[in-house]
């Protein structure tokens, strides 16, 4: 157990419809980073932030949107649902959001779109 | 971050020692050297990292070359549970974010 929880597990919905995707960090722990793991394009970081500030943002699209809470939780926002969004999407968190510290990913969600 | 290569795919036979290498030849000074792996149907898991000097945890062990241009991550006795993709990853050390860029890694099998 990783300390890092994801919720939904798993997530079926339609092309054009939004969902939220919700990350709560291990105890502790101040920054939050999100990625998507396709089979065509592997695992691919979209956004970090640490303690409510957006610090690094990667290949997300547009459609895409992050934040993260006073609570210290993220959520991942995906609307216009393409076909093609279908994918994994971990979350990780670390203490301080630097390159020296080790990331502790949560379980995922699944998103299939229809 | 600098770029890896890592071979495709590794197979090992259970309780012998297994080597993974690494190449990150453009690598900066302060990169650090992070390997991760993920099991089936899970999210990636930590393994181990460095900077310069070989490091090791319960885990594994991190040896670093001298120019540290490539690494080993070495698991010393591999069980069936360590069969999982391996990504070694050189992170921009000095910039102010810890983003994991991700390659193709190495999916190591281990044969009982």
């Known amino acids: 157990d990783s300390g890092v929880t994801q919720t939904p597990k798993h997530l079926i919905t339609a092309t054009g419809q939004r969902v939220t995707l919700r990350c709560s960090p291990r105890s502790g722990d101040l920054s939050v980073y999100w990625y998507q793991q396709s089979l065509d394009q592997g695992l691919q970081f979209l956004i970090q932030y640490y303690n409510g500030e957006e610090r690094a943002k990667g290949n997300i699209l547009e459609r895409f949107s992050a934040q993260q809470f006073p609570d210290l939780h993220s959520e991942l926002n995906l609307s216009s649902l393409e076909l093609g969004d279908s994918a994994l999407y971990f979350c990780?968190?670390?203490?301080?959001?630097?390159?020296?510290?080790?990331?502790?990913f949560g379980d995922g969600t699944r998103l299939s779109i229809l | 971050d600098a770029k890896t290569t890592q071979p495709n795919s590794m197979e090992s036979n259970e309780e012998e020692p297994v080597h993974l290498p690494c190449n990150h030849s453009t690598i900066s000074g302060t990169d650090y050297i992070h390997w991760y792996r993920q099991l089936p149907s899970q999210g990636p898991e930590y393994v181990i990292h460095g900077l310069t000097s070989n490091v090791n945890n319960r885990m594994a062990s991190l040896a670093i070359a001298e120019d540290r241009k490539s690494s080993t991550l070495i698991l010393h006795r591999a069980t069936l549970r360590d069969a999982a993709v391996y990504y070694c990853?050189?992170?921009?050390?000095?910039?102010?974010?810890?983003?994991?860029?991700f390659g193709q890694g190495t999916t190591l099998q281990v044969k009982p």
């Open positions: 990853i050189a992170e921009h050390g000095s910039s102010n974010t810890g983003k994991l860029i």
């Open positions: 990780a968190s670390s203490p301080g959001g630097h390159a020296n510290q080790p990331q502790h």
